[in-house]
């Protein structure tokens, strides 16, 4: 007998987005709640029995309503139990929307800080959970153990950190999941997913966050499928992200050899480009920005070039550039640091635009 899970953590709907214009992070607010409406369609094509949330589900305990009122609606028309443990950011209180509102038959919301159970008997699973209900928490699998049945898988879904003993969101050790006498626990609050992992003869994983927020979580993201049996756990990854963070480091030459390294279909995609090497002159990067916006859903682009040291050849000419370059040189030559150095190139670009009454441009642009 085994029983298909589908598990996912973190979502932080109604995130702020700040480093996003205002009319784009509130359209990636939008496209959150449809992440909820492509984690049901997963769950459906993969035939799975049971889902787990395991905590952050909401950014907040003061979700709009739209966001709510979705996630209820989207729940409840899945034919299976679906199981939500509150964590850190969604903790559960009187006054939580997990209080407050009206939620489907089907849903099973954890609501105190200590481990209880549900049983789902038409497909034989003992599903256990506990909610935050501050934004952080003791050890909740401490001292805990719970007996193995013949003919019951036991679940977990949790909101904690393995491997850290001095966490403050529910610090979880390898003895403990080893002692716990669950089948499988759905971990969530680590963002970067860990994989299938095992300690005696419990498995245990968490998925990360299923998109990504910010350039601290870039790359692809994934919810869990995990087929779970009374002794032994197969565990695949689905991806339902419409977008994904990214960040790219180019050595910059010029404009065309910029656009000859940049990927293709990043339409979607919010991307930092990182301009290094060594220049004559200051890329332009306002022009750039015009130049590629189209490409990306968002774009940053750090200008992180260095002045050439050709840059200091007519540092001592008999010219206002030569008076000038050379009082920089002589401070370059005795700079102490790397990041004198760098202040003292960026004097040196800025002092040789205004000579030259090109524009100042700031090293990054949002």
Same mark, same amino acid.
């Given at each position: 007998?085994?029983?298909?899970?589908?598990?996912?953590?973190?979502?932080?709907?109604?995130?702020?987005?700040?480093?996003?214009? &205002?009319? #784009?992070?509130?359209?990636?607010?939008?496209?959150? %709640?449809?992440?909820?409406?492509?984690?049901?369609?997963?769950?459906?094509?993969?035939?799975?029995?049971?889902?787990?949330? /395991?905590?952050?589900?909401?950014?907040?305990?003061?979700?709009?309503?739209?966001?709510?009122?979705?996630?209820?609606?989207?729940?409840?028309?899945?034919?299976?139990?679906?199981?939500?443990?509150?964590?850190?950011?969604?903790?559960?209180?009187?006054?939580?929307?997990?209080?407050?509102?009206?939620?489907?038959?089907?849903?099973?919301?954890?609501?105190? $800080?200590?481990?209880?159970?549900?049983?789902?008997?038409?497909?034989?699973?003992?599903?256990?959970?506990? /909610?935050?209900?501050?934004?952080?928490?003791?050890?909740?699998?401490?001292?805990?153990?719970?007996?193995?049945?013949?003919?019951?898988?036991?679940?977990?879904?949790?909101?904690?950190?393995?491997?850290? =003993?001095?966490?403050?969101? +529910?610090?979880?050790?390898?003895?403990?999941?080893?002692?716990?006498?669950?089948?499988?626990?759905?971990?969530?609050?680590?963002?970067?997913?860990?994989?299938?992992?095992?300690?005696?003869?419990?498995?245990?994983?968490?998925?990360?966050?299923?998109?990504?927020?910010?350039?601290?979580?870039?790359?692809?993201?994934?919810?869990?499928?995990?087929?779970?049996?009374?002794?032994?756990?197969?565990?695949? #990854?689905?991806?339902?992200?419409?977008?994904?963070?990214?960040?790219?480091?180019?050595?910059?030459?010029?404009?065309?050899?910029?656009? *000859?390294?940049? $990927?293709?279909?990043?339409?979607?995609?919010?991307? %930092?480009?990182?301009?290094?090497?060594?220049?004559?002159?200051?890329?332009?990067?306002? /022009?750039?920005?015009?130049?590629?916006?189209?490409?990306?859903?968002?774009?940053?682009?750090?200008?992180?070039?260095?002045?050439?040291?050709?840059?200091?050849?007519?540092?001592?000419?008999?010219?206002?550039?030569?008076?000038?370059?050379? #009082?920089?040189?002589? *401070?370059?030559?005795?700079? *102490?640091?790397? =990041?004198?150095?760098?202040?003292?190139? #960026? &004097?040196?670009?800025?002092?040789?635009?205004?000579?030259?009454?090109?524009?100042?441009?700031?090293?990054?642009? +949002?």
């Amino acid at each position: 007998m085994s029983v298909r899970v589908l598990h996912a953590a973190d979502l932080h709907l109604d995130s702020p987005f700040e480093a996003l214009p &205002a009319g #784009k992070a509130a359209l990636r607010r939008q496209e959150q %709640r449809l992440l909820l409406s492509r984690i049901a369609q997963t769950a459906k094509d993969t035939g799975a029995q049971v889902m787990l949330l /395991a905590g952050d589900l909401l950014d907040t305990g003061s979700a709009y309503k739209e966001t709510t009122q979705t996630l209820i609606d989207i729940l409840g028309q899945m034919n299976i139990p679906v199981f939500i443990s509150p964590g850190n950011h969604d903790y559960y209180t009187d006054h939580s929307p997990y209080a407050r509102m009206n939620w489907p038959d089907n849903v099973h919301i954890f609501s105190e $800080p200590y481990l209880d159970y549900v049983d789902v008997e038409e497909i034989g699973v003992r599903v256990w959970g506990a /909610a935050f209900n501050e934004n952080r928490s003791v050890s909740m699998l401490e001292n805990f153990e719970a007996e193995r049945e013949d003919d019951i898988i036991n679940l977990m879904c949790i909101h904690g950190e393995v491997g850290n =003993e001095k966490s403050i969101y +529910n610090p979880i050790t390898e003895t403990q999941i080893m002692c716990s006498g669950m089948n499988y626990i759905a971990l969530g609050h680590i963002h970067k997913e860990s994989g299938l992992c095992r300690s005696g003869d419990t498995y245990y994983a968490w998925p990360g966050c299923p998109e990504g927020r910010g350039f601290d979580e870039t790359g692809e993201k994934y919810i869990y499928i995990a087929d779970v049996s009374a002794d032994d756990c197969k565990l695949w #990854k689905a991806c339902v992200a419409m977008r994904k963070y990214e960040k790219l480091s180019i050595a910059y030459s010029g404009d065309e050899d910029l656009m *000859s390294q940049l $990927p293709e279909e990043t339409e979607n995609d919010i991307y %930092r480009l990182t301009l290094t090497g060594e220049t004559v002159e200051q890329p332009d990067v306002k /022009a750039l920005m015009e130049q590629l916006q189209d490409r990306f859903f968002s774009l940053q682009i750090l200008d992180k070039t260095r002045l050439s040291r050709d840059i200091w050849d007519s540092a001592g000419d008999d010219s206002l550039r030569g008076r000038f370059l050379i #009082k920089l040189k002589e *401070s370059y030559e005795q700079a *102490s640091s790397d =990041e004198e150095k760098e202040l003292i190139e #960026k &004097a040196a670009r800025w002092g040789l635009a205004a000579l030259e009454n090109a524009e100042e441009v700031s090293p990054l642009e +949002n």
